[in-house]
């Protein structure tokens, strides 16, 4: 069902994790659906994205492409973070069955929510960037078991 | 190649080797059509007939009230269907649970569309069907009540009796769709009041494509399948005849073995919920903590989805099988889940674990394991869960 490349990166996820005081943070999906990505963004003075990591609640298609936007996106500018688009994310995966494709958007959207953030937080306007729309409703409490 | 631990029993199981080699000859020699005239055909009849008797005898039913079917989806639309079309004079109401396999609600929804009024009764969290909800349901136009004898996901078993008697108190007919639960579970359908059941062979060690609807004597019914004379002139079609044979021969071997094997594998069977509950944190068991097939168990495990989880267990050799979106090709986890009050998060985490009585100690105590770190390294890799660790420690 899936490529071997997109084994290789949910067998073998590239920067899962989180950066303490990151310059962006962007969360994407709901758990409705059964996806979530946080995208997690550290970019220097000039406008760098020298680290990036994710976290990602979802199928193996979810946790593949959001492996591989932060291979795309790391050590790029903004603008070109901006250019990694999801068709590029499922090239760069040779492929993804057609009901995952809605996977990769995620990744993007991730990727545009967490430079959002990173906008926000130092005042900037950043070109060709509009604000997310599929943020996820914060303190939604889950029940224990 | 790697050993495979198979826990996806209710998906399907493997054919026994006796029944494959009972099977056999009606391929090589004895091929001919039962309804010819020379003897490799017509002595196809008494094969044909004799495997019609053991099944019969499995559920205390008579030889003449089972009729062949391709298997459970064509049985259940049949009972549903032809029902609606006999009795459509009488009435055009029909209830159900609603946590049927789809033959059924797909089946209510195509009837629905000719016409006919279904209500879907609503289950408890354990996945039992609310019985109050069932007799207020009732009409004096409702001819049919369907309910399931145990459910396909969470194993949870209905009060058979109780709705079968309810249904006759009131002149409705009843059927119940028995794929997971013949030959697992005793049934006898005097006792049970059962008028029409349905079962499918390759979910007791029998091949695929062959099933049968029990339908008792009396019960008006259409015929399914129009042509030649076969299964009564109700189901035309030439018979299959290594099928009936082999559903016979497994149907036999579910008798005979039943009470060890359903001994054997609830001990296993809560073996795996004890260790699972025990070891692995935020997790839930779904249906009837005992009142469910033995060999099932279900869980959904909070934070994690379940087709990741699925991809790590085939890595380890585990086949099992989840109700997550992802799975079911829909946007939507499993209506089962969803009508046993599960936050669509949750149900998106499930795992259903379905045993064989082949399945062994080792065999669950390698599961545990390998799942216990997968949840673990999942779960690692989880926002919901980083979130939930971030509340906890404020």
Known sequence: MYSEKVMDHFNNPRNVGEIENASGVGTVGNAKCGDIMRMYLDIDENGIIQDCKFKTFGCGAAVATSSMATELVKGKTIQQALEVTNKAVMEALDGLPPVKVHCSLLAEEAIHAALWDYAEKNGIKIEGLSKPKSDISEGEEEEDY | ?394
Request: charge should be negative; include cysteine.
């Open chain 2, 1 to 394: 190649m790697k050993k495979i631990i198979y826990l996806d029993n209710a998906a399907t199981t493997k054919t026994s080797p006796e029944v494959v080699e009972a099977m056999l000859p009606y391929f090589t020699e004895q091929y001919g059509n039962a309804s010819a005239i020379y003897s490799i055909g017509s002595s196809n009849k008494e094969v044909i007939s004799r495997a019609r008797k053991d099944i019969a005898d499995v559920l205390g039913a008579k030889e003449n009230e089972i009729y062949f079917t391709a298997g459970g989806s064509e049985s259940d639309n049949w009972a549903l269907k032809a029902t609606c079309e006999a009795y459509g004079a009488k009435g055009k109401h029909i209830i159900t649970s609603k946590i049927e396999h789809h033959a059924i609600l797909h089946t209510c929804e195509y009837l629905e569309k000719q016409g006919f009024e279904v209500t879907y009764v609503d289950v408890d969290e354990d996945g039992v069907i609310k019985m109050d909800d069932l007799k207020a349901a009732i009409r004096p136009d409702t001819i049919l009540i369907s309910v399931m004898f145990a459910n396909n996901e969470i194993g949870t078993m209905q009060p058979i009796r109780e709705i079968g008697a309810l249904a006759h108190e009131h002149g409705i007919l009843f059927h119940t769709d028995a794929v997971q639960a013949f030959g697992q579970v005793p049934i006898n359908v005097d006792d049970l009041n059962i008028d029409m059941l349905s079962s499918s062979a390759h979910k007791l060690h029998g091949p695929k494509g062959i099933g049968f609807l029990y339908i008792r004597k009396g019960v008006k019914i259409r015929s399914f399948v129009h042509g030649g004379a076969q299964e009564r002139k109700r189901r035309a079609g030439t018979e299959n005849v290594p099928g009936i044979v082999g559903f016979a021969k497994a149907a036999k071997i579910a008798q005979e073995t039943m009470e060890e094997r359903r001994a054997k594998e609830i001990e296993l069977r809560d073996y795996l919920i004890d260790r699972i509950m025990a070891e692995i944190p935020y997790t839930k068991l779904n249906g009837h903590r005992t009142n469910r097939l033995p060999n099932n168990a279900n869980f959904s495990f909070q934070f994690i989805e379940g087709e990741s989880m699925l991809i790590l267990l085939d890595d380890k050799g585990i086949c099992a099988s989840s109700g997550s979106a992802c799975t079911s090709g829909s946007l939507d986890p499993s209506h089962v889940l969803l009508a046993i009050g599960l936050p669509h998060e949750i149900a998106h985490g499930s795992l259903r674990l379905t045993l064989s009585e082949e399945t062994t100690k080792e065999d669950i105590d390698f599961t545990v394991d390998q799942l216990k770190a997968i949840v673990e390294r999942l779960r690692s890799m989880s926002p919901l869960y980083e979130d939930f660790i971030r509340r906890q420690g404020k």
